[in-house]
T-cell receptor
Framework: DARVTQTPRDKVTEMGQEVTMRCQPI?????VFWYRQTMMQGLELLAY????????DSGMPKDRFSAEMPDATLATLKIQPSEPRDSAVYFC?????????????FGQGTRLTVV | AQSVTQLGSHVSVSEGALVLLRCNYS??????LFWYVQYPNQGLQLLLK??????LVKGINGFEAEFKKSETSFHLTKPSAHMSDAAEYFC????????????FGQGTRLTINP
């Protein structure tokens, strides 16, 4: 049963620390999305990649967030330094761009708490 | 740019009653539309999608939605609610052209009363 795998599931860290979240997309998918979910803002698109190249990261705070795809089986989202306002659930989703639309399959999420 | 508005952040129905969750979209080009469901502490799962063809689409768990271009709507319905339907539901839009990114509405929390 193919699924998107995110690690860790839960992360508690102190303000100022570096946080790295990892995502293993479904094998064969060429598109990866990173979303952040909070009560106040709902689901926000932070960044997405197609064929490992970043297509849009306009939703991401550039000064502290970075997203990469070192290879086709791994996507990372890094926050350095972390702040309490970064506390949220971060979702990775992968899909295959058909040329007209992309259907996204979501991972279980990483719940980040910055204290 | 495309956007989605879900009317009602919280909907409550009785078990066995009709479920109606409203979604209106804004898009400069014909959209692709999706409904996702999120159970507590879980990721989002695709319920159904409209891409082309028939405007009434059926999904999993007895849900269906109808694309109405004239009303720019894509409301989600289920004839008879079940306790297991309690969850948060998200409508999303993706443009046919351009970047094809998925933009989500704010979500509607569905509560089922026994």
């Amino acid at each position: 049963d193919a699924r998107v795998t995110q690690t860790p599931r839960d992360k508690v860290t102190e303000m100022g620390q570096e946080v790295t979240m990892r995502c293993q997309p479904i094998l064969g998918h060429n598109t990866v999305f990173w979303y952040r979910q909070t009560m106040m803002q709902g689901l926000e698109l932070l960044a997405y990649f197609r064929n490992r190249a970043p297509l849009d990261d306009s939703g991401m705070p550039k000064d502290r967030f970075s997203a990469e795809m070192p290879d086709a089986t791994l996507a990372t989202l890094k926050i350095q330094p972390s702040e309490p306002r970064d506390s949220a659930v971060y979702f990775c989703a992968s899909g295959t761009a058909t040329g007209t639309y992309t259907e996204a399959f979501f991972g279980q999420g990483t719940r980040l708490t910055v204290v | 740019a495309q956007s989605v508005t879900q009317l009602g952040s919280h909907v409550s129905v009785s078990e066995g009653a009709l479920v109606l969750l409203r979604c209106n979209y804004s898009s400069s080009v014909p959209p692709y539309l999706f409904w996702y469901v999120q159970y507590p502490n879980q990721g989002l799962q695709l319920l159904l999608k409209y891409t082309t063809g028939a405007t009434l689409v059926k999904g999993i768990n007895g849900f269906e939605a109808e694309f109405k271009k004239s009303e720019t709507s894509f409301h989600l319905t289920k004839p008879s609610a079940h306790m297991s339907d309690a969850a948060e539901y998200f409508c999303a839009v993706s443009e046919i052209q351009g970047a094809q990114k998925l933009v989500f509405g704010q979500g509607t929390r569905l509560t089922i009363n026994p």
